[in-house]
């Protein structure tokens, strides 16, 4: 018998995908329940939104991700019946319903980025990234991939090797033009889809290959780490990772690629760098926010960091750092305990 669905390529080309995509997440269930994780792949998404932004109501949460309120109110409903999630009323409006992330949420969370989705997303990577043509031929062949070996398959074999976690270096003089170009991109591009930009207040460059270099001449006991995917391929993240006294050390020049944000490599990356200090004696991570980035501080309040109190000037008449638009920016300092 043939496949219909497949032999009527346009006619049924949602119910194509729709196939495609339950055999997709059958097998990050699969991948899943090996690390001993309870949650259907359709929920991550959910679980991803509130954690990168925060408690929203459900309906800001059916708008952003595109889908009915009637299937976001399912989901929420069965992830908060598992203790996923915790639904509060609103503080203006008693009627309306906020979904915000439980800690049982967040370390589910917490274990499926260090042991499910690396493993998945390099998966499907093999599956696609040397993919080309007209996109039904490229449905057939990942169809074709997937019968031969299917995601589960791929990310098992996955799991014996170093890739789960970003695997940080020393950043060396030859990798000083692309971090400076990263860091711009990430910083200052209006033009690059970037959450992380600051042009908004402060025009000009983020930094230059002359100031990275006095930089790390200046501290030898600081670290410029940078992240490649694969290994020896482009610069996907850095971060800088400097020593200061008591245990406490200050991580700056957090950037991910603009073309890579929104899939959880910043926090992947923030998590890295986290434990590459705390394997070199940190007890403690400082870092200094401008105050006016209010989402930025909310993601790292989320992320464990909390303010001490202390703020520190905002470095005007030196334009090296960029020419602020405002004259109202300082730093907030941040730390967390590790």
Not at 15 to 29: G, H, I, N, P
Not at 117 to 132: G, I, K, M, N, Q
Request: hydrophobic share 40%; aromatic share 6%; proline share 7%.
């Amino acid at each position: 018998m043939t496949d219909i669905i497949s032999d009527k390529q346009h006619l049924f080309l949602g119910s194509r995908l729709k196939r495609l995509a339950e055999q997709m997440q059958a097998d990050v269930t699969l991948v899943a329940q090996r690390a001993g994780i309870a949650i259907q792949p359709g929920q991550y998404p959910l679980l991803a939104a509130l954690d990168e932004h925060g408690p929203q109501r459900i309906g800001e949460l059916a708008r952003s991700m595109r889908m009915s309120q009637p299937a976001i109110t399912k989901s929420i409903e069965r992830l908060a019946s598992a203790g996923m999630i915790e639904i509060s009323p609103g503080k203006t409006d008693r009627r309306q319903r906020i979904a915000s992330l439980s800690a049982a949420g967040r370390q589910v969370l917490d274990l499926s980025r260090r042991e499910v989705w690396p493993l998945v997303e390099a998966a499907v990577r093999e599956v696609t990234d040397d993919l080309s043509g007209p996109l039904l031929q490229q449905i057939a062949q990942i169809e074709a991939r997937l019968a031969e070996r299917p995601l589960n398959s791929r990310a098992a074999q996955g799991a014996a090797s170093p890739m789960t976690a970003p695997r940080l270096e020393p950043a060396t003089d030859a990798d000083i033009p692309a971090i400076v170009a990263l860091m711009n991109r990430a910083y200052r591009d209006t033009s690059e889809a970037s959450w992380t930009t600051e042009a908004d207040y402060i025009s000009g460059a983020r930094t230059n290959e002359t100031m990275l270099r006095d930089d790390i001449a200046g501290d030898p006991d600081a670290t410029m780490l940078v992240w490649r995917r694969p290994a020896g391929g482009p610069l996907l993240g850095c971060v800088w990772l400097q020593p200061e006294k008591e245990g406490v050390w200050y991580l700056g020049s957090l950037s991910v690629d603009p073309g890579e944000q929104n899939r959880g490599l910043g926090r992947s990356l923030l998590a890295a760098a986290e434990a590459w200090a705390q394997e070199h004696g940190a007890r403690r991570i400082k870092m200094t926010v401008i105050n006016v980035r209010d989402a930025l501080l909310a993601w790292y309040a989320r992320r464990g960091y909390a303010p001490t109190g202390e703020t520190e000037p905002f470095p005007y008449g030196d334009e090296r750092f960029g020419i602020p638009r405002r004259d109202d920016l300082h730093f907030v300092v941040l730390q967390k305990p590790l």
